[in-house]
């Protein structure tokens, strides 16, 4: 095979990757040459063009480290974290709504126990988290893995001040009734790290970087579908344009303000305060199967 | 905008990138963000499948340093590259066909002198070539840049042995009548570096990493297009499959083979050399511009 023009090309790449022993790797293969080569295509490319898209992705690939991903970033913004997410949660039932994962999980966060105050050395408004973990049905479901992590008052992640440790992030269990709570400090809005190459093309692209106030949860519970999710600030400025289009009204909850006073768990409070409550519900493993069936 | 579901995602994406104020940025993120996304839902990838990609991509950028380019690799191994070529060099004339630059080219190579000897301390097949620049109609450009550069023995470039400085690459300029030569080794056919991401993509998709044996040729004179090449030895095992879909029939040649004796320079061979000729020919800046328009 040889003399390839800019159509006979990619019938050339495609027959070169139909020898793929695997089938899935094969049709991965087959469907991203395709729509590749169309994109290519569409928007014919000059040399220079090309070589700035190598360099972008050259760039993307040299900002990423072991507390900075780069290209789950890009993945975010061009709405693909969110579309791989619609696509393997396309629950028709009461289940917790899922959203996308974000590039500041920390593999083994600290395990802490219920009740636990993780804001360390964080100044900020304390807030009150607790709530339930259930099945589908409602039953709850004890000892689950329920992760969380947010963002300081500046919308700084702890990993982005990597001298500080890790803060305001945990591994917590639900108790028999399959109840969870800790203390914090309220998250604040902030821009998804714009100082790389995504950065620049949300510029170029003429778009702010900003995120609306949130928390992380990523819930685990033996029989059931993991849970990435976040539960978002009712009121943020930025709901209507989160820059990762992460927001789904069922994730969204009134941080309840409290003037100084006595805390839901006795906690005796001599500033103002806030409280959020989540209810989640995971979803079955079976129902997850015969979904997918 | 919220509550995107895997269709009303892509218009959400779509009406965020309309902003770009440069109207090609935003041509080209509109393309992108279809087929990106018309990818994606046609192959429905798990979330750990999409973990997978963004592994695969962010290897590939660690990858890359000064003289290794894995995404110039990975575009090329998926024919993106000829791809590009072919759309920005549909000549309908008798002009010289180009190919892929490769990943191997290093800006500003050693200044040398027609007729020099650029193998250093390689070891081989001793090769001479030799040939000449013209524009479309056969007039002879003189003082044309021609950069060159080749595998040795073992087909490897000098930038993947770093400790040994440049070898087998050089600036050459064209004489009063469009004239250059060299002295060098024979290259052999090499497989591309296929001990990182791009090597295992490969295998994945049941291909071999192998290119035939080449010259690479970069030639600029002023009013004319800046020509990127490869002279292919004739016979190589691999033109039929060249792992990067180089190959053209007008870019192969002889590189015949001669016995002992005074090579066309008057060098006094006692060893068994061969010689490559080519004669190309560069497109006027003028055509160039009448195609594009
Ligand atoms: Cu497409
Ligand atoms: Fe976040
Ligand atoms: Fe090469």
């Not at 709405?79 to 590039?103: K, R, Y």
């Not at 920390?106 to 219920?114: F, K, L, R, Y």
């Amino acid at each position: 095979m040889r003399n390839f023009d800019q159509f006979s090309i990619t019938e050339a790449v495609l027959e070169r990757v139909a020898n793929a022993p695997d089938a899935r790797i094969r049709e991965i293969s087959e469907a991203l040459v395709r729509h590749l080569h169309n994109f290519i295509r569409e928007v014919r490319p000059t040399q220079a063009e090309w070589e700035k898209g190598i360099a972008f992705l050259t760039d993307t690939g040299h900002m990423c480290t072991g507390t900075r991903q780069e290209f789950i970033l890009l993945s975010d913004t061009l709405g693909v974290s969110m579309l791989v997410d619609a696509i393997n949660h396309d629950h028709q039932t009461a289940v917790t709504e899922s959203t996308v994962l974000g590039p500041f999980y920390v593999e083994g966060p600290p395990e802490v126990a219920c009740g636990t105050d993780i804001s360390g050395h964080l100044e900020g408004e304390p807030m009150f988290v607790s709530g339930s973990v259930a099945t589908l049905d409602g039953t709850p479901l004890a000892n689950a893995i329920v992760d969380v992590w947010h963002s300081d008052v500046d919308g700084y992640y702890d990993v982005q001040h990597e001298e500080n440790g890790l803060v305001a992030r945990a591994r917590l269990r639900t108790d028999d009734q399959g109840r969870f709570s800790f203390w914090s400090i309220k998250p604040a809005a902030y821009p998804i790290p714009h100082d790389g190459p995504v950065g620049k093309m949300l510029e170029a692209q003429g778009r702010h970087p900003w995120r609306p106030a949130h928390v992380h949860f990523m819930i685990e519970a033996p029989g059931h579908e993991k849970l990435v999710t976040h539960v978002f600030v009712a009121g943020d400025a930025y709901l209507d344009s989160d820059s990762v289009f992460g927001v789904k009204d069922s994730l969204i909850r009134d941080f309840t303000a409290h003037a100084q006073g006595v805390a839901p768990d006795g906690r005796v409070m001599d500033q103002p305060w806030c409280q959020l409550t989540y209810d989640f519900k995971l979803n079955p493993v079976s129902a997850a199967a015969s979904q997918a069936a």
